[in-house]
């Protein structure tokens, strides 16, 4: 993608590129969790979630829009039904 002012800048490298890990961007390096849960002898769940900084970042975002749009929701829903008159 041109810049107005210069040369082309390339795209940040992606942890999961293989030519060339050594210079990755730090908010495209992913960041991995896991857990276990053991229930008795017989059950156990596993899981496991990669994200990167930029995709919490995201979700977060996407958490907050989600909480901010209840309220109003809520608001119409206990509000009187009206007819418009006419």
Do not use: K, Y
């Not at 041109?2 to 908010?27: F, I, K, N, Q, S």
């Not at 994200?51 to 979700?59: E, K, R, V, Y």
Request: hydrophobic residues 45%; without cysteine; charged residues 15%.
């Amino acid at each position: 993608m041109p810049r107005p002012d210069g040369p082309p800048v390339p795209p940040p490298r992606l942890a999961t590129d293989t030519a060339a890990a050594p210079e990755l961007h730090p908010l495209a390096t992913p960041q991995t969790a896991r857990a276990s849960i053991r229930i008795g002898e017989r059950i156990v769940l596993e899981a496991e979630a990669r994200a990167t900084p930029i995709g919490l970042i995201a979700i977060g975002g996407m958490v907050a829009a989600i909480l901010l749009a209840v309220p109003p929701i809520l608001r119409a829903a206990r509000a009187p039904h009206r007819l418009p008159p006419g």
